[in-house]
């Protein structure tokens, strides 16, 4: 019979998490990584707001100015945490390769998921930290108005989610190559495929549909294609920037798949950008850690026979 206890008691107490977390503060490089983060966000809120209080139109006012200024900010933020988590979670087991270590957590009673949850925790760990130096910077906004709460915790759910994604996608390129400079080259890829890569394309898809639609000749606004639908920095900007959401059927969504034309379908429930954005990066991250233990699990099988 399964232990299923016994088996979570292992998932939370993972000594990987203690070990990789205790080693990267107790370097400069976390510190520094902090305060280059801060630097660069904090550069780009002061950057802004001067140049906002100084050219916005009067009509604006402050809370006008403060819901830019937070909309600029989430956007810059979840930018810098998508630069960062390849760099931070690509090397956790390609590391463990080129330090000769792998092989003992391999032949140890540490599992796989043992391993990759281990890894992802203690990268997720460290960008949660990034995200958390910056609340106070955020909470500066609130003194202009503009934002509700609502917003607020939105955006930093995405952006959780985000960096969740981004170190997760940079695990599983880890666990598929031994060099580490491979591995973060080719995350890097993934995630700028992923983010700049999906909104390019859903711009130009979603022109192809809408220049063969009946709304180019009538002037109305177009339908996001899903992809774009999907993008996380999409979905931000949707919440922050448009009052209606950019929300859509789930028929209509099919239809922008499907590239077909005719009248707009009203089927299915509505979706908002935020929403469908979070449900495919779950399931990336789900696809992800599933495949970096799929991937440790063939190493450890092809090397049993050599350990016995």
Request: hydrophobic share 55%; glycine share 8%; net charge positive.
């Amino acid at each position: 019979m399964i232990d299923w206890r016994r088996r979570l008691r292992r998932i939370y107490r993972n000594p990987l998490i203690l070990k990789d977390g205790l080693a990267r503060m107790r370097s400069w490089w976390a510190p520094g990584v902090v305060a280059l983060y801060l630097a660069i966000l904090g550069l780009f809120a002061c950057l802004f707001f001067a140049l906002s209080l100084s050219t916005a139109p009067r009509a604006w006012g402050l809370a006008r100015v403060g819901s830019t200024a937070f909309a600029a900010l989430a956007l810059a933020q979840l930018g810098l945490v998508c630069l960062f988590a390849p760099g931070v979670a690509a090397g956790a087991i390609s590391g463990e390769r080129e330090r000769q270590t792998l092989d003992v957590l391999m032949v140890s009673g540490v599992t796989s998921l043992s391993v990759v949850w281990g890894k992802l925790v203690a990268s997720i760990a460290f960008l949660l930290l990034l995200i958390a130096s910056a609340l106070p910077l955020f909470a500066t906004v609130f003194l202009f108005g503009g934002i509700d709460v609502q917003q607020f915790v939105i955006t930093q759910v995405l952006t959780v989610v985000t960096a969740v994604t981004a170190g997760a996608l940079s695990l599983f390129w880890s666990a598929a190559f031994r060099r580490t400079l491979i591995s973060t080259v080719t995350a890097y890829a993934a995630t700028f495929a992923a983010t700049v890569g999906t909104l390019v394309l859903g711009a130009i898809l979603t022109q192809i549909a809408y220049t063969s639609s009946p709304a180019a000749r009538t002037g109305t606004p177009p339908d996001v294609h899903p992809i774009l639908f999907f993008n996380p920095g999409y979905a931000m900007g949707a919440l922050l920037l448009q009052p209606s959401g950019a929300q859509l059927h789930t028929g209509r969504l099919a239809q922008l798949v499907l590239l077909a034309t005719g009248p707009a379908s009203q089927s299915g429930p509505v979706i908002e950008p935020w929403q469908a954005a979070l449900t495919v990066q779950l399931a990336l991250v789900a696809v992800s850690f599933l495949g970096a233990v799929l991937l440790l699990r063939g190493r450890r099988g092809r090397e049993s026979p050599s350990a016995g």
